[in-house]
Each structure stands twice: as C-alpha cells, then as structure tokens.
C-alpha cells in the first residue's frame, strides 16, 4: 500500500509537470513525424504520463513527444524530423540512466525509444547474436540461455541493453568473459543526417567503432543493433553468498584484507560484490562450475576473510545458468523474463579503486563511520574486477577503467520526494572528500552522475580528446547532446 500511494503522489508530481509544459508542448506538434509507423505519443495523450516514469524518480522531465521507433526507418526519419525543426533528440533505451539523460537530461526533446527495436536472432555458426537495442537485459539473458549462450553484462533485469553495453556494462560474469562493450563485434546506428551506419573494427567507421564502445551512449547517434560475441553457457553454475557480523568493525577490516589481497587472484571462473550497509556487511557471488569446485577455488579466500555467521553464513547452491540470474539480481523468474522497472528515489556516486592501492584501514573506517551516521540509507557495492576485464588494451575501447581493482558504488535511496535536496546533498559532499582523499580520480560513466565535477576526465581520462575528434567528423553540428554528454568542442 505504501509503494502504491507514493506511486500516486509520483504520478500527480509528473502530472504538474506536464500542465506546467502543456501550453508549449501541444504546440510542437511534428507533422514530420507522421509517417512514424511506431505509436508517437504527445503531452496531450492519456498514454503519455505512465511513459515518463522511468527507474530514477528524483529527477522527471517533460518531453515534447515520444517516438517509439519499430525500425531503422522509423529512426531515420525521427532524425531527420529533429534536424528539419531544429529540436533535440535523444534515444532511450531501457530508461535507466541514474540521470534521467534517457528523457534528455531536460524539457522539451524528441525521445526516440528504441523499446520495439528488440530481436534477438542467435547465429551459434558464427558465435554471434544480434540483438535490437531496445531488449531488457532480462530478455537477452532469456532468449540466449534457451539457445544454449550467453553475453556477459549487469545483474538488472530491467536494464536496457543499449546504454547499458555503449557505457562498458560490468556483470557476475565479465571477470571470465569481458565486458559487455568488450564483446561488441559490430553496430548498425542513425548519424546526425540521417544516414545508418554499419559500425566495425574492420571498416571506415573503426574510429567510431572505438569510440562507442565505452564512450557511445546518445553522443554520436543512435544506435539501433548490435553483433556480439556469444558464450557457451555453462552446464552448472554455483550462487554463492557469505554474511558476516556488521557489528564488529574488526571483520569489516578483516573482510576488506582478504578482498583487496585475494580477491584480484582469484579463478577468473568467479565474480563478487561485497556490499556494506549499516546493518550489512556480505559477499554474494557466482562461480561458474559446480559447487565442489566453487568451495575449492574459494578456500584461500575464506581463509584470509572474518568467519562467516553459522549457520546460515555460507551458502554454496547449485542452479542453472538463468536461475542464477534470477538469484543475483533478487528477482523472480518472471522478473527476468518480462523485466519492469521498480521507480524509487535515489542517488549514486562511484569511485575506482586501482590495483595496488586498495582502500586502506583509515579509508574503510572513514566510510564505515558515514553508513553508520548519515541521514539517507546508503549501501555500499564493491565489484570486483579483474580477468579479463584487465586484459584488454587501452587503444582497443573508450572504456578505459583496464587496471580497477574494484569499482565502488555508493548509492543512497529514501521514500518521499522532500528530501531530495538533503539526501543528494549528503552523499555528494561526501562522495567528493571520500573521492579525494583514499580513491583513484576516476568513476564509471556507466553510474552517470551529474554533480560529478571533473566528469570528462573521471569518465574518459587521457583520451577525452580523441572523443571529441570523433564526435566532431560523426555529429559536427551537436545534434546528439545531453548535459555529460562529448561535445563538439572543449
């Protein structure tokens, strides 16, 4: 009863929005946009409210139409639309930028929704799969285990796969097979005239080929299929969870030794997330093989870690590849197979942590003391990287985050809309001295954050330059832009 009327009240918010733009967006209406053969919605429709509610709800703007594209034509006359009546347009895939940058980052764009744009079509001769951008990584998981494959990208059912893989797309499985980016073999995409590009490594388009893959959510077109490596599936999977005792800030720092020593050692075969909270303190992870085998190859680990709480602290079981799915993102197998979004309040910071210079015991403590006193619930997730992910060279993407031992994520969530200002407030004064003084200066792009100071050097590093070269011969008048998105010019 609670989600239901605070989805009331989020919905009479969106409303007011929307009478506050109706004046202006009834009148841009796009008579261009009438030969569209996918369902374009305007302000003005009853439709149109429930459409705008996408998974961050702190933020809301108010397009002026959305364009819910069937195919590459109906995409390239949206662009061509948008050139012709000089208005902005954005695509959105799953709807899941922490920013909202899905609805354009403000009022009043062309959002070309790629949600019907979702084949999934499995070549096993070729060990590819083509993949419309506009699937839900559920969907992708579905489809390819029952073909007997997978690709290896995030725990999030409801995630879009489009801006998830152009933004690097880190999973369970990446340390084994890369990242989602990484298994990009090719794109077909909508420039900024209109034009659909096929995109490789092996044509005229390479530069732009680099550039996407890390680099490619909304700045250089819109993208609207992708070609990726696919992965035999492995027969048996084992999910794995241990839990400690939060209570005690000597297992906090003992749990910490053992993950910043083992952990980038570790079989490639595994991936982790230790999560810290308040009243949390875990590791919950996926070994690919039997669980005989994960105990095995967790043994050194567990001996360098805190004990975990008896009985129900250590849990080695058995599932299939899709059921671990279900288990590591916490959803029933119908969330995974026809995936929706869980709109709530929220804000999140992350940091990289290089190898070499894992956080220390004042850095822990710092961050130990913050989850235990700040005014807004914050978890703290650590991924592990490593593997493969480390493996490939920096020229290859625009994902430059090669040499990560982990990656933090710091996400803080609250229930009423009233305190926005505060929760965000606390957890950027706090991300920016945390950031500062104990972690490298770089985040992860694919965790937008748009308070982030710095951003074109924390997202991309030393090859923001190279970007904006890119973005100049694809997209030289802008058309293609939201507030963190490569300009034109610096």
Excluded at 214 to 230: D, N, Q
Excluded at 283 to 294: D, F, K, N, S, W
Excluded at 331 to 353: E, T
């Amino acid at each position: 009863m609670k989600l239901i009327k605070q989805l009331d009240i989020v919905s009479l918010l969106l409303w007011c929005i929307l009478l506050f733009n109706l004046i202006e967006n009834i009148s841009s209406y796009y008579p261009c946009l009438d030969s569209i053969e996918g369902p374009v919605i305007y302000p003005n429709d009853t439709q149109f409210p429930p459409l705008i509610i996408d998974q961050n709800i702190r933020v809301n703007y108010t397009p002026s139409v959305l364009v819910y594209a069937i195919n590459n034509n109906d995409v390239k006359k949206a662009v061509i639309c948008a050139i012709k009546s000089g208005t902005d347009i954005v695509p959105r895939s799953g709807g899941h930028s922490y920013e909202k940058y899905g609805l354009g980052g403000r009022n009043n764009t062309i959002v070309l929704d790629v949600s019907f744009i979702n084949v999934v079509t499995v070549d096993s001769e070729r060990g590819t799969v083509r993949i419309g951008a506009g699937n839900r990584l559920g969907d992708v998981y579905n489809k390819l285990s029952q073909a007997g494959f997978l690709i290896p990208a995030g725990s999030c059912p409801s995630v879009g796969v489009g801006g998830h893989a152009l933004g690097g797309g880190f999973g369970y499985f990446s340390r084994k097979y890369g990242l989602a980016c990484d298994n990009i073999v090719s794109m077909e995409m909508v420039d900024s005239k209109g034009n659909l590009l096929n995109i490789s490594n092996s044509n005229r388009h390479r530069k732009l080929f680099f550039a996407l893959r890390g680099a490619g959510g909304g700045s250089y077109g819109i993208v609207t299929y992708f070609e990726f490596s696919i992965h035999r599936k492995p027969q048996k999977v084992t999910y794995m969870s241990f839990e400690f005792d939060r209570t005690v800030k000597a297992q906090v720092q003992q749990l910490f030794y053992a993950f910043n020593k083992v952990g980038p050692s570790l079989s490639n075969d595994i991936g982790l997330k230790l999560r810290l909270r308040k009243d949390l303190l875990s590791i919950t992870g996926v070994y690919l093989g039997p669980p005989r085998q994960a105990k095995k190859a967790m043994r050194r680990f567990l001996c360098d870690a805190p004990k975990p709480i008896n009985p129900i602290g250590t849990q080695y079981i058995q599932k299939t590849f899709i059921e671990s799915v279900e288990t590591l993102s916490n959803s029933s197998k119908y969330d995974v197979f026809s995936p929706k979004h869980n709109p709530n309040f929220f804000k999140v910071k992350s940091f990289y942590i290089n190898k070499g210079k894992a956080l220390n015991e004042t850095a822990i403590n710092v961050l130990v003391d913050y989850l235990d006193k700040a005014k807004c619930t914050t978890l703290a997730s650590f991924d592990l990287y490593g593997g493969v992910i480390n493996d490939v060279y920096y020229d290859k993407t625009s994902f430059i985050h090669r040499n990560a031992l982990y990656c933090l994520q710091l996400e803080a969530n609250w229930k009423y809309k009233e305190r926005d200002d505060q929760c965000v407030k606390e957890i950027n004064d706090f991300g920016k001295e945390f950031q500062s003084n104990f972690t490298s200066p770089f985040s992860y792009q694919g965790f937008i954050d748009r308070e982030l100071d710095n951003w074109q050097v924390r997202y991309y590093g030393n090859i923001f330059g190279k970007l904006i070269d890119i973005k100049k011969e694809y997209d030289s008048c802008n058309l293609f832009r939201f507030p963190q998105s490569i300009p034109v010019m610096i």
